[in-house]
């Protein structure tokens, strides 16, 4: 009986921490980009969980060829933009690190 309790419950503890780190250890390893983007669409989750709520801010943006990426930020910088915003998008794998806003002139 403990057995199948400790079993479940390092499981339930330890798929989190190594899936977190794997995904640190991933992004840590990836190239720093930057290309020119615009924000396609943006997305606010709530989630409520036992005595708090969780925020999850999402926004999609569309670069130059064509390609979407899904990033989640904090609050301040989901604020800062607006759904047809130009710029510069600079990320690390799925770590968002910046957007510079241009004027919206687009380069062929």
Do not use: C
Not at 78 to 102: C, N, P, V
């Amino acid at each position: 009986m403990y057995v199948i309790f400790i079993s479940l419950f390092v499981g339930i503890v330890g798929f989190p921490i190594i899936y977190w780190g794997v995904r640190w250890i991933k992004n840590n390893r990836s190239p720093v980009l930057t290309e020119h983007a615009m924000v396609l669409s943006m997305q606010l989750s709530v989630q409520n969980t036992y005595d708090r709520n969780d925020r999850f801010r999402f926004v999609y943006f569309r670069s130059q060829s064509f390609t979407s990426k899904e990033l989640h930020m904090s609050l301040e910088q989901y604020a800062m933009l607006h759904e047809g915003d130009w710029g510069e998008l600079s990320y690390q794998g799925t770590r968002f690190l910046g957007f510079k806003m241009t004027d919206g002139s687009v380069e062929v």
